[in-house]
């Protein structure tokens, strides 16, 4: 799907990054200042790098060996902006023509109207753009792109100008474009829990300019170390589970996990849907024993697999529930306490509320 191999040199900021990608979605991750942006609009052809290599949905657009210099305009890019950036001159549907006029195969009535219905945004298609909340903006930039009828798709940030319940409006259209379409999407975000529903198996991480992680999404989010500071106390596990049956006078959903049985709150997926839930380390505990009349929902049975410290007073233990990893982050003492080691059987205790607000999606598999 994508293939990066590029330099590029911009004032005292030098990008040097190499990955490849064959997931349909992959999530560019990485702090303010990183080089997600300067790498977007590279892959875009917006920039020329210094030198290297770009090969988008099977097609080579730039090769500094071979002087190959695909312009932007004839690489089939979609691109979405932090803000919107329409024209306010126009209306919604103006807006959106605006994309198809760039089309190199024009989208006919049919496809215009999928995406209008995708993006929810047939009651807006008179409406000017200035009046529109940034939320609505941003779905009506999503169809402009996804009209020019793009190769790839990318996304940068879009999410980030929009307030905390704008962000809630807006992700689950991405989430329906990212699960219905074909589409190659490369998805740019620093905000750990976005990348999780969106990019939830592929992850490029990129630090001070260079790639620092590219691998599965489950992987990268092990590996606390690179999730930088702020998002360090995310790190975790990707676990799936399967709906069995909702419990709406407790606003509970049942799943399986394996053979063991998880509660959390009430998922909007049905009966047989798989999910996958983010757990955190840090919201695990751990008991000897099966512990009985407690507040916690979950007690999964699990084999410790093995005991890495994590500074001088924390230890991360890596589990094996059933097929699948599970891992609790625990203080040293309470590590020694209960004299843990690896090949033992040991009863993982999570919070039901824990595992709210939470990575909620139907997949297949991770
Ligand atoms: N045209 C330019 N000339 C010189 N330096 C630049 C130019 N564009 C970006 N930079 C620098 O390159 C670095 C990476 O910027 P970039 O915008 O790509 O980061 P980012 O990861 O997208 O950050 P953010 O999440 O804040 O958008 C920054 O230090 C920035 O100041």
Redesign the pocket.
């Known amino acids: 799907m994508l293939s990066i191999d590029i330099t590029h040199r911009?004032?005292d900021?030098t990008l040097e990054c190499a990955f490849d990608s064959d997931a349909r979605v992959t999530g560019l991750f990485?702090?303010?200042?990183?080089?997600?942006?300067?790498?977007l609009r590279i892959i875009a052809g917006l920039v020329r790098p210094d030198r290297g290599r770009i090969e988008l949905a099977g097609r080579c657009v730039f090769d500094s060996a071979r002087r190959l210099q695909v312009p932007a305009h004839k690489r089939r890019i979609g691109y979405v902006f932090q803000r919107a950036r329409l024209f306010a001159h126009l209306n919604v549907r103006h807006n959106l023509g605006y994309g198809a006029w760039f089309a190199r195969e024009k989208p006919g009535r049919a496809r215009f109207e999928q995406v209008v219905d995708m993006l929810d945004i047939g009651p807006l298609l008179d409406r000017r753009v200035t009046g529109l909340s940034g939320g609505e903006q941003q779905r009506v930039a999503i169809g402009r792109a996804l009209l020019s009828n793009p190769a790839v798709l990318l996304l940068d940030?879009p999410l980030a100008s929009l307030d905390v319940a704008r962000r809630q409006e807006v992700l689950p259209y991405i989430e329906r474009l990212s699960a219905q379409s074909e589409l190659p999407i490369v998805f740019v975000s620093?905000q750990l829990d976005e990348l999780l529903r969106l990019a939830n198996r592929r992850v490029v991480a990129?630090r001070d300019?260079r790639v620092t992680f590219s691998g599965p999404t489950a992987e990268f989010l092990a590996r606390p170390s690179l999730l930088g500071a702020e998002q360090a106390r995310d790190a975790g596990v990707l676990l799936r589970g399967e709906v069995v049956t909702h419990l709406p006078e407790h606003g509970l959903s049942e799943l399986t996990c394996g053979a063991q049985s998880l509660y959390v709150p009430h998922v909007a997926h049905p009966a047989g849907a798989a999910i996958t839930l983010h757990v955190r380390a840090r919201d695990v505990m751990l008991a000897r024993q099966r512990p009985t009349d407690i507040s916690a929902l979950n007690v999964l049975e699990a084999r410790i697999e093995s005991l890495v410290a994590d500074g001088d007073y924390a230890v991360n233990v890596h589990m094996q529930v059933g097929e699948q990893a599970l891992e609790a982050r625990i203080t040293q003492r309470s590590a020694e306490a209960l004299a843990l080691a690896p090949g033992q059987t040991i009863h993982a205790v999570i919070k039901s509320l824990a595992l709210a607000e939470q990575a909620w999606e139907r997949l297949g598999s991770i």
Request: net charge neutral; aromatic share 6%.
């Open positions: 911009q004032g900021f990485g702090p303010s200042g990183a080089g997600k942006s300067s790498l940030e620093h990129v300019g």
